[in-house]
């Protein structure tokens, strides 16, 4: 059984948080060859663009994608960024913003059976200190 990433369910839920608290969502964005977006407005092989009902028309945030159409000096453009590529979703007006590591591939390290969660025992405080065969995705949150 293959687990989907949680990545665009997260981006989905701080982009929502933005529009109800009136606040403006951008994404800080790693630009690849599977990436559509202005090369002139790229530096250092990065992008944040903004992706607010203002600025973004026709915004879909799939599971394996961003696509918008926005306006970059007066011209139209369609905007294709996969969700691997998403390096942050923050807020501007108050700097909340939630980081993600940039994944090559996605793996699930471990399928659980029926019986296996019957031996899962409490977790404890620093259960996240343990050190796992599969990498973690990390989140930090800045204020």
Not at 48 to 56: E, F, G, K, R, W
Not at 76 to 98: D, G, M, Q, T
Request: aromatic share 10%.
């Amino acid at each position: 059984m293959k687990v989907a990433t949680t990545k665009p369910y997260l981006i989905r839920a701080i982009y929502e948080w933005c529009i109800d608290n009136s606040l403006t969502a951008y994404i800080s964005v790693e630009v690849n060859q599977n990436t559509s977006v202005p090369h002139a407005y790229v530096k250092d092989g990065k992008i944040t663009l903004d992706i607010s009902p203002v600025a973004a028309r026709d915004l879909l945030i799939s599971n394996d994608s961003i696509q918008f159409t926005a306006r970059f000096s007066g011209a139209s453009r369609k905007i294709f960024v996969p969700i691997s590529a998403i390096k942050a979703i923050f807020a501007k007006e108050i700097n909340h913003s939630l980081f993600f590591t940039l994944e090559t591939v996605q793996r699930t390290s471990y399928v659980f059976e029926s019986d296996d969660a019957n031996r899962l025992g409490p977790l404890s405080d620093d259960y996240l200190s343990h050190k796992d065969e599969c990498e973690r995705t990390h989140l930090k949150i800045v204020k």
